[in-house]
Structures are given as C-alpha cells and as structure tokens.
C-alpha cells in the first residue's frame, strides 16, 4: 500500500492508481463491518443506568488518564449539556463493557447552547457556515468521545490522541485498515444515525487536527471552519452535514454504517415506547421524521 500511495500522486497514472486503492480498500472494509458485529455493538444510552456507565467511561479517560478536567469524587463526568443530549456508546460484546461512548448535543432554543457557542464561538472563522445560519433543531454537536485505556491496547493505538478517536497515521503502511480504530468510527456512525433519525441536518464539532484527518481517510470528511486554539488540547472547529457524509462515504463503509443504523433501530423505538421522552426536548427528538430514518438493510438510508 506505501509503495502505491507513492504513484497515487504521479501523473497519468495517478487516477488509475487511486481508483485501485479504493478498491482494494472497499474489498478489506467488507471484513471490517463482519469483525465489526462480531465483536462490537452500538447502543443507544438512553435509561439513566446506561446514561451513568457513559459518564463513568468519560470521567476515566477525561479525568483519570488525561487530566483535561477534574477528578469528581462521584466518579462520573458530566455537565449541564447531557440536560439537552444523545449518549451512545460502543459495546464489547463478549465481556458487555463500554469500549467508547460519546454524545450527540442538540438545541431546542437559542437558551440551549451548544458547547462550540458557549466557549469557543470566536474560533469560528468561516462565514460561510456558523451555527446560527441553521434553524436551532437542526443543529448539533458531537462531543466527549472517549475511548478506555483497555481497547487501545494494540500497538498502532498506543499514541497520543487515541483515547479521544484519532488514528495512528504510522501503522498506515503495514496494513492500514486493520489497524483502523473501529470504536471511533463506529461512535461517530452511531451520531449519524443519531442525528438523521431525529432530522438534525448540521453538526458541529471541536476536534484534534488529526482525528480530523483520520475520518476524512475513512469518509467523513469534516470541513474546518476555523484556526486551531487551545480547547482540551490543540483543537479546530469542523462541520459536516448529513449530505456530506453520505455522498462520501465509500461503499465499503457505507456498509458498515447500514449495520449501524439497523442495530440502533431498534432501540430508538424501544426508547420510545418505553416512555424515553423528556417533554423539555425538542418535539423532533426520538420522533422520525418521514422519510428521514429508514432501516431496510441501509437501501432508504437517509433520504434528503
């Protein structure tokens, strides 16, 4: 693959060799999205009993190990945003542990900030794209990624940024597919669907460079919108809508974004039908839109 991406580059041949990466590339994601469900499962936090395995995953890695707030002696993490948000986490199948979680931040009115208005709205440089060009149901944040020391146990995930998604750009030329960090990817699939089931359209998100960097490889291409400031470490503002996803999403991922989606079905409706709807939410949470959220193996995925 290293010797390929050298002629990625290269003239006339470049395009050819290209077309056959991602061909390659899509032949090996298939056996991802099957070790995938083999080992892993979404699962959408929506009882206070999930909600408090999620916080206890946060404040492990966000206090414990990465020292970027404060230990709390009730051993969970949280703030006044989980009042207005969707947890979801990634679970190891064979021992039911958390191997990651993360949050999906909505807005039902101006008075429900996301955290990029509340603290970093001035490293938002893009005129283009802010978060008040959208009706306030339609946006959303994705937050507090977070990834257990115990599944980052691999060599190729031993590095810094890895406990917050990013990839580790240097196993790339031994086989970079295999060494993909699937929780990470697997999270910020499991705020897609999240998102598109409830007709949230624009997400915001402060990240590292390089987490960046990382989901544009695998098809999530985030656009920045704004310089790097000191926020949790070196971090940009970044965008993506619904429509940016899946137009580039590969079809190899798209695959293993449909199982995603089909796991995390029914559990929404679960959610629902277990009376899961704080009144204080926007009316679209937990309610699909038509045509907004369809399952069918992914084939209606999404219609926009």
């Not at 709205?121 to 339609?138: A, L, Q, T, V, Y």
């Not at 990624?145 to 790339?172: C, M, S, V």
């Not at 460079?209 to 490889?217: E, G, I, N, T």
Request: net charge positive.
């Amino acid at each position: 693959m290293r010797a390929l991406r050298k002629l990625a580059d290269k003239p006339v041949i470049g395009p050819i060799v290209k077309s056959a990466m991602r061909y390659f590339a899509d032949k090996k994601v298939d056996s991802i999205s099957s070790h995938f469900s083999q080992f892993l499962k979404p699962v959408f936090a929506y009882t206070d009993n999930l909600k408090t395995e999620t916080f206890k995953v946060r404040h492990n890695v966000y206090c414990e190990e990465l020292h970027f707030l404060e230990l709390s002696e009730s051993g969970l993490e949280r703030d006044a945003f989980d009042n207005h948000s969707l947890h979801c986490a990634i679970q190891h199948k064979h021992t039911n542990q958390f191997a990651g979680t993360v949050r999906l931040v909505y807005s039902s009115d101006k008075n429900e900030k996301l955290p990029i208005e509340a603290y970093c709205i001035d490293s938002i440089k893009n005129e283009e794209i802010h978060p008040s060009d959208f009706s306030r149901d339609k946006i959303c944040e994705i937050s507090r990624l977070a990834i257990p020391a115990q599944f980052r146990r691999r060599n190729a995930d031993k590095f810094k940024g890895a406990a917050t998604g990013a990839i580790n750009e240097q196993a790339y030329s031994e086989d970079e597919l295999r060494c993909f960090p699937f929780i990470a990817v697997g999270l910020y699939m499991s705020c897609a669907s999240m998102a598109h089931h409830n007709g949230i359209k624009h997400c915001f998100v402060m990240m590292e460079p390089r987490l960046a960097r990382s989901l544009r490889f695998v098809g999530i291409p985030f656009k920045q919108i704004g310089p790097i400031v000191e926020y949790h470490g070196k971090r940009a503002p970044y965008y993506i809508s619904n429509k940016m996803l899946m137009d580039s999403l590969s079809p190899g991922f798209r695959k293993l974004m449909f199982k995603i989606e089909d796991d995390l079905e029914g559990q929404f409706l679960a959610a629902k039908q277990q009376g899961y709807i704080n009144h204080n939410k926007p009316k679209n949470i937990l309610t699909a839109h038509k045509n907004a959220f369809v399952s069918t193996n992914g084939k209606k995925l999404f219609q926009l």
